[in-house]
């Protein structure tokens, strides 16, 4: 019989498949995954010694059945809302469920 | 009437402006800079730190010493490195701005800690000393 423990892995998923958003990850050396991802965009401010400057804030949600390692900063990622863009993972981390890997992304140069 | 540390600040814009920096000088502090914008170098307000009145035979002098912040902002640090150097060799190179201060000294260095993920940032701290006449801090003795 089936138990909540066992179906919440494959209910993440679910959820990410339903409501995420197709995003590009390109692990080094290796074919394109186009997992289902939660990709929370906007811009910070940050301090600059006598100013501030207007930075990119885009954090990644994607699950661990969808993306089975820890990201690297050698692997690519592109999002849907900013194409021709592409990006790194910095900071991965997991959630607090554990269940998904989240992380920020950096442009590369 | 503009004081003539402001002349100085504009002085340290021109000379910035020569090595292919785009130098700010009136930006508000609150009025983020966009990455479109960058790389860009703000030259902050001057802090002024010491006016000492000199005795002389011609009438005197005022002798000035204030400090001014250059912020050298960018998408990469190398970017931001190199402008930070550019802008110290010549600096040091030119130290009376072509004899129209004093000198020029380098303070204090430092990275922006609250930057970092896209944003670089390089602050220079420099004093520069200058004279004026005394008690007319508008004109800039050269």
Not at chain 2, 38 to 55: R, S, W
């Amino acid at each position: 019989m089936s138990d909540l423990e066992s179906l919440t892995p494959e209910m993440f998923a679910t959820v990410a498949n339903i409501t995420g958003e197709r995003i590009t990850y390109i692990p080094q050396g290796q074919a394109a995954l186009l997992p289902k991802a939660h990709v929370t965009y906007g811009d910070e401010i940050v301090d600059i010694g006598a100013g501030q400057a207007v930075q990119q804030d885009i954090t990644v949600s994607v699950s661990k059945l969808a993306l089975p390692w820890m990201p690297r900063s050698a692997d690519r990622v592109r999002v849907g809302q900013l194409p021709g863009v592409t990006f790194y993972p910095a900071t991965p981390r997991e959630d607090s469920s554990g269940r998904d890997w989240v992380f920020d992304l950096k442009v590369v140069r | 009437m503009s004081l003539a540390v402001e002349d100085v600040r504009g002085l340290l814009v021109a000379k910035l402006t020569t090595l292919g920096q785009t130098a700010l000088r009136d930006r508000d502090e609150f009025d983020a800079l966009t990455e479109p914008e960058l790389p860009a170098t703000l030259v902050d307000e001057p802090g002024m730190v010491e006016i000492t009145n000199i005795e002389g035979t011609a009438g005197g002098a005022a002798y000035h010493a204030a400090s001014f912040a250059l912020t050298f902002a960018a998408t990469t640090s190398a970017v931001a490195q190199a402008n930070f150097n550019a802008a110290l060799a010549a600096l040091m190179n030119d130290y009376s701005l072509g004899g129209q201060v004093l000198d020029i000294t380098p303070m204090n260095y430092g990275g922006d800690e609250n930057g970092g993920k896209d944003i670089f940032a390089i602050t220079l701290e420099i004093r520069v000393r200058f004279l004026t006449p005394p008690n007319d801090f508008g004109t800039l003795l050269t």
